[in-house]
């Protein structure tokens, strides 16, 4: 039998810096062994941090926690690079996705599908056509990832002083794991529900008076409440540029 899913999403705090610098420290050594250039040089490293730290300032950046609130997995959202997307492109149309990174101890499990899920459904429900990326131009694992989460490779800019620039994307709503989407909660949230009686799965009836089938959207779905807007940076290194 399949256990239950016990992580969550949560808006980022200024604690979760140590950790999430930690997910950065070794997401950096895990693409020198893939032996992609992304992430090799240290002054883009510590320009993409200081945009990181402030994005957590700002209310733009999430983690992914385990039941004993271990950071996971992080992604950030911000608003459009111009040294990317042009007036063309309808920036006001998408949802701009940064650093999604996933710990190697939670390989496997699916989490940045999942995230990138819960980023979908959040850019539907603010009326946006696209999720889009950029991502780190020499790294074409990382573009046939993006690709089998059925993001779309719109063109690649080079501008001399980025490194970014394979930009792509993902209509809005569209989900890889529709079955399996990611509970969002505050921390405040969870540590109430963990304190409070368990009482039986709230079921949806319809007018015949059978069990309505589940939505496709939770009774936490992301809502524009979860976001704030701000400035930008990243992706996962698996999933981030720099």
Same mark, same amino acid.
């Given at each position: 039998?399949k256990?239950? =899913?016990?992580? +969550?999403?949560?808006?980022? #705090?200024?604690?979760d810096?140590?950790?999430?610098?930690a997910?950065?420290?070794?997401?950096?050594?895990?693409?020198?062994?893939?032996?992609?250039d &992304?992430?090799?040089?240290?002054?883009t490293?510590?320009?993409?941090? #200081?945009k990181?730290?402030?994005?957590?300032?700002? /209310?733009?950046?999430?983690?992914v *926690?385990?039941?004993?609130?271990?950071?996971?997995?992080?992604?950030?959202?911000?608003?459009?690079?111009?040294?990317?997307?042009?007036?063309?492109?309808?920036?006001?149309?998408?949802? +701009?996705?940064?650093?999604?990174?996933?710990? =190697?101890?939670?390989? /496997?499990?699916?989490?940045?599908?999942?995230?990138?899920?819960?980023?979908?459904?959040?850019? #539907?429900?603010?009326?946006?056509?696209w999720?889009?990326?950029?991502?780190?131009r020499?790294?074409?694992?990382? !573009? @046939?990832?993006?690709? =089998?989460?059925?993001?779309? !490779?719109? =063109?690649?800019?080079?501008?001399?002083?980025r490194?970014?620039?394979?930009? #792509?994307?993902?209509?809005?709503?569209?989900?890889?794991?529709? !079955?399996?989407?990611?509970? *969002?909660? @505050?921390?405040?949230?969870r540590?109430?529900?963990? !304190?409070a009686?368990?009482?039986?799965?709230?079921r949806? +009836?319809r007018?015949?008076g059978? *069990?309505?089938?589940?939505? &496709?959207?939770?009774?936490h779905?992301?809502? @524009?409440?979860? *976001?704030?807007?701000?400035?930008?940076?990243?992706?996962?290194?698996?999933?981030? &540029?720099?």
């Amino acid at each position: 039998m399949k256990s239950a =899913r016990t992580e +969550y999403l949560r808006p980022a #705090a200024a604690e979760d810096v140590p950790a999430l610098l930690a997910l950065r420290t070794e997401a950096e050594g895990w693409l020198r062994d893939q032996g992609t250039d &992304q992430w090799s040089d240290p002054e883009t490293g510590e320009r993409a941090i #200081a945009k990181w730290r402030a994005s957590i300032d700002e /209310g733009r950046a999430w983690v992914v *926690v385990s039941k004993d609130d271990a950071v996971l997995a992080t992604v950030s959202r911000g608003p459009v690079d111009r040294d990317f997307w042009t007036d063309a492109d309808h920036p006001e149309s998408a949802l +701009y996705l940064y650093k999604l990174i996933v710990a =190697r101890e939670a390989s /496997g499990q699916q989490l940045g599908t999942r995230v990138i899920d819960w980023m979908s459904r959040l850019a #539907a429900l603010e009326g946006r056509a696209w999720v889009r990326i950029d991502t780190w131009r020499t790294n074409s694992g990382l !573009h @046939s990832y993006y690709e =089998r989460l059925g993001f779309r !490779h719109v =063109r690649t800019e080079a501008p001399p002083h980025r490194r970014s620039g394979w930009l #792509a994307q993902r209509p809005a709503g569209a989900l890889a794991m529709p !079955h399996d989407l990611l509970p *969002v909660h @505050s921390r405040e949230e969870r540590e109430a529900s963990a !304190h409070a009686p368990e009482l039986p799965p709230q079921r949806d +009836y319809r007018a015949d008076g059978r *069990v309505a089938p589940p939505s &496709q959207f939770p009774s936490h779905s992301p809502s @524009s409440n979860d *976001v704030h807007s701000g400035s930008r940076d990243g992706r996962e290194y698996e999933d981030e &540029q720099g």
